[in-house]
């Protein structure tokens, strides 16, 4: 007879499928795979094994550390003989760092222009698994017993004998994803009609803080960098006319000198243009593209040197904010939801002109207030509608006020700056505001901190030549939000766990995943990848036969604010059958899912700084995918990966070396100065405290909000 463990080894299922939100629904483009017990195919670049958790499968993928060498988009050629180097280097040194990562097509993406489509509106209240927290759904089932019939006794004198009742009896059911039984009470009008559903939790009057508004489009604000350094110019091939340029004025001083070798900006056939103007001219561009296509909208300007200026909408005298003020952050709050409410309040059909005077005017000069202008500006934004935008603009480090970088010496300071912009997030996320960051090429601004707040609110992070600066604003503002303050949750069956995703997003049986996503627009998408718990867990589980189930339940609950004011959740579930054949999926898989799974969870990796556990994950896809291509999509697919994340898989590579390189600085450095305290506090270069420099960081942002748009530019 065989034993409960062998039992459970025979009927375990494999899956093998990538699952994908679409239209409102979670799609398979592949059944579930049921594991078979023939043994792996063997293959000269990878190992299989097990992982940390016990699980003994053949999706786990081995990779040496010295393999991860040289680019990611190296020919299968070339890519052989970096292998070959790297076998010839372990036998020369120390054996290399392995990797295992498990790798197959249990990967699901979730798109969040689903909450662009009508869904069934549901009636009452979503009702909760008391033990897991799925929700009730189209695929559920409830039993209830036959009513029962009493007697019940009548003392009243003008009716005698007794009455008989209906005794009601509770409605079971019975949890598809971990089998609990909930007493449910539900009308017939109540239950879902498809797999699709959407709850009001709080109309719109309820919604605190709710904001009255007399049209239905957005607030934009413009934070602007006009420090000293925004001064810096660049050459441009002609002769060009630019608004603000100084080189007039330069000419008429200059009439009373000789004029002996001397050379004007604007002289043989080239044009030097500054930061600010790049600046200027894309502020104006972007204020008559809204006048024309967006007449409704609100739209301010912030400026910040060494002081913070609101400008507004230009209607009234700007205001300057100096001194003490800068370091308070309940005062610039507060006055920033003040002069929002008092400076946002016409149109930009109706304040171009005044707008465009009032950004012409401004001159480049002091140091960088960015934090406190930051606070201002989304306090500003925040008096708008939901989805309202924050630009901040900026080509260097914060030195003054809130926020600044400079003056870190300590870790503990350098903690205090992360959390005032960690605040900044968490603030703007409750307001449904949108921050997105441009960084100007050249200079450093610890985009590794400031992308907090972009991360927190939805928005993008871009660093961009100056003069590239009018598509980077268009391309900002193009996509609208759809949905504020979104919580997703991820519901899967007790069976089920997930893998490669932060603990703390996990619950303790890792079949539940929440992942907050601030504000989202229409092309806002994530992945996840899930596998079958070990065997030591569903021995665990008496009410979990392998041998009977067909199919695995999915839910996503996306919780979120409405851009017309209501709180509302959508509940989408769906159900997938299991199938044998794993040589058959793969051949089939979506490789444009699998790509943007790899993509996204590499660079989220490196960004926590496990740069090598990033690089061996996106090895051991290029690898998994490349010898499973089957037909020219996927061969498109896999070379789109390859381009895509090869030039971030480099950087990489540069950072690790350069990590490499301090490390052994540092060793030597405490070698030499053994006998200087321990204690002694020595300041960190620039401010920073293990942070990514400023292009790294944006690319390794970006690549973590890859979706199909821009994996198939």
């Known amino acids: 007879m065989q034993s409960k463990m062998a039992q459970k080894k025979e009927a375990m299922p494999q899956l093998r499928s990538q699952q994908y939100v679409e239209d409102g629904l979670i799609k398979n483009s592949s059944p579930v795979r049921r594991r078979s017990r023939s043994k792996s195919r063997s293959r000269s670049n990878s190992s299989q094994g097990s992982n940390k958790s016990g699980h003994r499968n053949r999706s786990i993928e081995m990779v040496h550390s010295d393999d991860l060498e040289g680019a990611l988009n190296l020919s299968d050629c070339d890519d052989n003989a970096q292998e070959s180097r790297s076998k010839q280097a372990r036998q020369r ?16 993406n979730i798109s969040m222009q689903t909450l662009k489509k009508d869904s069934e509106l549901a009636t009452g209240d979503p009702v909760f698994c008391k033990q897991c927290n799925a929700c009730f759904n189209f695929y ?22 007794d009455e008989v009742y209906e005794q009601s009896v509770p409605q079971i059911w019975i949890c598809e994803f971990c089998n609990f039984e909930n007493k449910v009470d539900f009308e ?23 904001k009255i508004v007399g049209n239905q489009d957005i607030t934009v604000v413009f934070c602007i960098d006009i420090s000293g350094s925004m001064c810096v110019s660049q050459p441009i091939a002609g002769k060009h006319s630019i608004k603000g340029d100084k080189t007039q004025a330069l000419r008429n001083l200059m009439q009373f000198s000789d004029g002996s070798d001397q050379r004007l900006q604007g002289e043989d056939n080239v044009t030097y243009i500054s930061r600010l103007q790049c600046l200027q001219a894309a502020i104006e561009s972007q204020l008559i593209d809204m006048a024309i296509g967006a007449p409704d909208r609100k739209v301010g300007i912030v400026t910040f040197n060494s002081e913070v200026t609101i400008i507004g909408d230009g209607s009234k005298a700007p205001q300057i904010i100096a001194g003490d003020k800068l370091f308070s952050y309940d005062y610039l709050i507060e006055n920033g939801t003040a002069e929002g409410q008092n400076r946002l309040q016409h149109a930009i059909n109706k304040t171009k002109d ?5 950004i012409m005017s401004v001159e480049e000069t002091g140091p960088t207030a960015l934090g406190p202008a930051l606070a201002t500006a989304i306090s500003m ?15 260097g480090l914060a030195n003054v006020g809130l926020g600044a970088f400079d003056e870190i010496k300590t870790e503990e300071e350098s903690k205090k700056v992360d959390q005032f912009y960690e605040s900044l997030g968490e603030f703007a996320k409750n307001k449904g505001v949108t921050v997105s960051i441009v960084s100007i090429a050249g200079e450093e601004c610890n985009i590794d901190t400031l992308s907090t707040i972009s991360e927190h609110t939805g928005g993008s992070v871009e660093r961009v030549d100056p003069v590239q600066l009018t598509q980077n604003f268009s391309n900002i503002l193009k996509l609208p939000v759809i949905a504020t303050n979104v919580i997703t949750r991820i519901k899967l069956h007790k069976g089920l766990e997930f893998r490669n995703e932060d603990v703390n997003n996990l619950s303790e049986d890792k079949t539940l995943l929440a992942r907050d996503m601030g504000n989202v627009t229409d092309e806002t998408e994530f992945t996840f990848e899930y596998r079958l718990k070990s065997i030591k867990d569903l021995i665990k589980m008496d009410d979990v036969d392998l041998t009977k189930i067909q199919s695995f339940p999915f839910q996503a609950q996306i919780t979120y604010n409405s851009l017309d004011g209501n709180k509302c959740i959508r509940i989408i579930t769906n159900q997938k059958s299991i199938s044998n054949d794993r040589t058959d999926l793969e051949k089939n898989a979506n490789y444009e899912i699998l790509s943007t799974n790899a993509i996204q969870k590499s660079s989220q990796m490196a960004k926590r700084g496990n740069m ?21 999509e996927q061969d498109i697919q896999y070379n789109n990966f390859n381009n895509h994340f090869g030039q971030v898989y480099e950087m990489i590579n540069e950072e690790n070396d350069q990590s490499d390189c301090e490390a052994e600085a540092e060793e030597r450095k405490q070698d030499e100065e053994h006998k200087v305290s321990s204690a002694q506090t020595q300041p960190a270069k620039k401010g920073f405290f293990k942070k990514l420099g400023d292009k790294i960081s944006t690319e390794l942002y970006k690549a973590s909000k890859t979706n199909k748009t821009s994996l198939n530019k």
């Open 93 to 108: 040194k120390r054996p290399a760092r392995i990797f295992k990562q498990e790798v197959d097509t249990n990967v699901f």
């Open 381 to 395: 934004a925040a008096q708008g509608n939901p989805g309202s935008t924050v630009v901040l603009c900026t080509d």
């Open 612 to 632: 090598r556990e990033a690089q061996a994950y996106a090895k051991v896809w290029k690898r998994k995918m490349k010898s499973n291509i089957q037909n020219v």
């Open 140 to 161: 559920s089932q409830v039993t209830q017993q036959a009513k029962e019939m009493i007697k019940v006794q009548n003392y009243e004198e003008e009716v005698k004998g």
């Open 354 to 358: 005044q707008l465009v005077n009032q």
């Open 188 to 210: 017939t009008e109540e239950l879902p009609k498809s797999n699709q559903v959407t709850y009001i939790l709080e109309a719109a009057a309820q919604v605190k803080e709710k």
